[in-house]
């Protein structure tokens, strides 16, 4: 089945080290999102890709970093995880050009600072 | 700027009743409207989506309607079972693709 993949679904990293979730899609969707969903939010956008196309939103803390090495791929990179960075992240695809832009999401990563 | 708001927050109804979760959006250029699914812990499932020149979406006892010109849209749980307890998450998304997402309803349907 295609599907959003995202790996590890438990990641706990220290306060200030980096750590990098993952996220695959077999859906050949070209546009991936990061979402930031703290608990009894809603998910906030943080950034996307349109094909290469890096687009950050303007509140997103520098801290936050993305990699798209393929269109199959996609990365977010905490630089220097605080307490606050503690949260739910979900990977989500879509494809533009055909049908409006509804959106597929992965299982999320959960992330525990200490 | 777009702002979603869900109402209301929380709801309890015993098993088998009909019941219908509100989603109000203030940019009447929505380009369409998505709603979800969330499971304690769980990511996202897609219920159903309308597309900004439809009214409504059905999807076996979910019907989901949108009204633009009022800002409103609303979801539609026929027959209520327990499985069906959950977030139910409403977004809308710009022409760009953005979805910006209520803080949701959670559900508890009591057997």
């Known amino acids: 089945d295609a599907m959003v993949i995202q790996n590890p679904r438990y990641q706990v990293t220290q306060f200030g080290k980096p750590v990098t979730l993952s996220c695959s899609q077999t859906?050949?969707?070209?546009?991936m999102y990061w979402y930031q969903q703290k608990s009894s939010q809603a998910p906030k956008l943080l950034f996307h890709y349109y094909d290469k196309d890096f687009n950050n939103e303007a509140d997103t803390p520098d801290n936050f970093q993305s990699r798209r090495p393929n269109t199959s791929f996609c990365f977010l990179d905490i630089r220097s995880p605080g307490l606050g960075d503690a949260a739910m992240y979900l990977c989500?695809?879509?494809?533009?050009?055909?049908?409006?832009?509804?959106?597929?999401f992965g299982p999320g990563t959960r992330l525990t600072v200490t | 700027k777009q702002e979603v708001t869900q109402i209301p927050a929380a709801l309890s109804v015993p098993e088998g009743e009909n019941l219908v979760l509100n989603c109000s959006f203030t940019d009447s250029a929505i380009y369409n409207l998505q709603w979800f699914r969330q499971d304690p812990g769980k990511g996202l499932t897609s219920l159903l989506l309308i597309q900004s020149s439809q009214r409504e979406q059905t999807s076996g006892r979910l019907n989901a309607s949108l009204d633009k010109s009022s800002g409103r849209s609303t979801l539609y749980i026929a027959a209520s079972q327990p499985g069906d307890s959950a977030t139910y998450l409403c977004?809308?998304?710009?022409?760009?693709?953005?979805?910006?997402f209520g803080q949701g309803t959670t559900l508890q349907v009591k057997p």
């Open positions: 977004a809308g998304s710009s022409n760009t693709g953005k979805l910006i």
């Open positions: 859906l050949n969707h070209n546009v």
């Open positions: 989500a695809t879509s494809r533009e050009g055909q049908g409006p832009y509804e959106q597929y």
